[in-house]
Nanobody, 127 residues
């Protein structure tokens, strides 16, 4: 059984930083693109960022570009999301996901199916 488990969410003041982790177990995902979605209260799930298998390519949504940084450690089967300069509108449940397609454009289509989903971690940013 493959599982993605997010951690690192919590409460932070606007302007602060949080680092999310997503640990995969059950199989290696070193050949998968991985990334993050988020869903704010009362809103639809939206794409945040994705990274390809080798970390050579990343794709950020405009809303987080310049503030968030994705990285991965394939030896640890883990992906990270460093979130800086947090804003109240970043408040959401953040979901880790993985998909074998190599093109990150796949992640930008509306509601793209993923091979694996985590259960989410809540990030709350207060003003």
């Amino acid at each position: 059984q493959v599982q993605l488990v997010e951690s690192g969410g919590g409460l932070m003041q606007a302007g602060g930083s949080l680092r999310l982790s997503c640990a995969a177990s059950g199989r290696t995902l070193s050949t998968y693109a991985m990334g993050w979605f988020r869903q704010a209260p009362g809103k639809e799930r939206e794409f945040v960022v994705a990274i390809n298998w080798s970390s050579a390519m990343t794709y950020y949504s405009d809303s987080v570009k310049g503030r968030f940084t994705i990285s991965r450690d394939n030896a640890k089967n883990t992906v990270f999301l460093q979130m800086n300069s947090l804003k109240p509108e970043d408040t959401a449940v953040y979901y880790c996901a993985a998909h074998p397609y190599q093109s990150l454009i796949y992640w930008t289509q509306p509601d793209p199916p993923m091979e694996y989903w985590g259960k989410g971690t809540l990030v709350t940013v207060s003003s």
